[in-house]
């Protein structure tokens, strides 16, 4: 399923045979419909090529259900708000497609609700689970633990040792953070405050510390704590006008974050960047240059660390169910680099 | 789990102990980290209210997994670009999550992938499915029907017979678009277009079946076909204006249709309502009331029709596992009313 094994995919089969991959599907799954010809066509590519289809032969041989969870740890309300999730998302399904797993996200009303999760990971329903949005001291981990199902998680836990074993990818938050800074600085700033994210998350807390690593003998009055949401971000603006109106620039944890600030900075008369520059994080496109002024942002790649997280544990999995064991070691975790985009905003 | 079966839920186990669910959960799951005196109020609530909890007891007893699938056959990101999705979702988990069963939502690329979901849905995952945004010769209910299990459906489907016990939740849409119709020719308009929804969708079918219930004469440029999306509207309008540049009303088959046509009316220096006067559907907010001019529209309640596609499978699943078979018969489809919104665009 990944480069290292040479199985056979559905699109292999449709390729080699001229047809759709929903044509094979049909033909392989024996239902009716498929015209002879098309039909004969496509058995012949699935002998040449030495196709497994799924559920009939395949996961009697691995065992697998080709699903794989995929739990975001917030309500399913911000799940649809926050458009991080959606790119994610969009990483991770692609790629999930094209190995022919189904994606099974698993919503919830709130973190109660972990508990009837970490239950559904455990009756035998998937083959592993992608997890992301962690919360410091949330019971996630250790149901999923419990499950026993392989997972990747989506941003470093929280958890520094103890655990054996555990894969991320996440993307360099704190390189990220202090590339923002320190173009702030050069840019002659020096009153620089930052709005963090929410700091029961560790993509916040890394923020912070490379805003610190830069800002050595910062105010301390002018960080303020936010929680990634546009509204957060107009709250934390206001208090810092209010606790510190000689700011000259701010870093924001991400860009809904920094879409918030702009509003209030905006209604208080402050131009942006003349006398507060501004920096996000995320680069999350329309949103960063739909801003008024477009939003100078750290970027990282949403979508690719959806994509990668899949690839993480599928392979994984190839590797623990493949009849030969040579398919390569324990996957370990990634951390994606980060680049500075430069728009009107700072 | 539903008014008819007074069978005790986790919530009932809390507010009797007076703890979290959270709490409960782990009680009843035999985690630690519970305190003695609270963990012995939990457990005797449990006695007296005669609580079964999920996966332990009650599955042996039910055969239920207290999961149910969602499966919304759009590809996953109009899932998470069209904010109607969200809304029904909305009130599909928080129904769900009521009755602490599992929203297990099944995301696909394309059509292609409906294959790959039955299977998941014939594996014994779920206990029933939710489906919504059908299109017309669309593979999935066959898919479903051959995994045997109990599904409710979103909107009308498109068979008219045939197969018996079809149930469904939709919304008055050939109703309601007359509702919108008769309101623009009581302002006086006569040359009234309509930007169709996506003619594969019963929805589409219906609102433009209103309308011409009412335009029984109307000149058939001023029909255009649409596809609920905002870029859809704006190509439709920019069709219309070209076939007729006399039109003075336009009824578009949702609101993301209205804001593309809106903004195509601006671009061309139609003033609205005065020129030419717009009617939407769904009362979409904020996007409803945002539009320059906000929008006259007709309100569908979104998330209701979610809570009711959940209600009626947890009910059709509650009689044909309960004990006892005095819990009421065989589902049958509802169909939810319209009403008109006035604002200011018509």
Redesign the interface.
Known sequence: MTETVPRPTLEAVAARAGV???TV??VV?GSDGVREPLAERVRRAVEELGYVP??AARSLVTKR???IAVIVAEP??RV??D?FF?RQ??GI??EL?TH?N????????D???H???G??L??G?VDGALVFSLHIDD?LPELIQRAGLPTVFGGRPDWSGGRGGVVYVDSDNRGGARDAVRHLLGLGRSRIAHITGALDQTSAVDRLDGFRDVMVDADPRLVVEGDFTPAGGEWAMRELLDRCPDLDAVFAANDLTAAGALRVLREHGRRVPDDVAVVGFDDMLPIAEQTEPPLTTVRQDIEEMGRLMARLLLRDLDRTTAADENVGGTPSSVILPTTLIRRASA
């Open positions: 759709s991959r929903a599907s049909r799954n799924n559920q259900h080709d699903a399913e309300t649809f708000a458009p959606a998302l969009r399904s692609k497609t022919d189904q994606l099974v996200l698993l919503l919830t009303e973190r109660d609700d508990v009837r999760v239950h559904y455990a009756g329903h019971p």
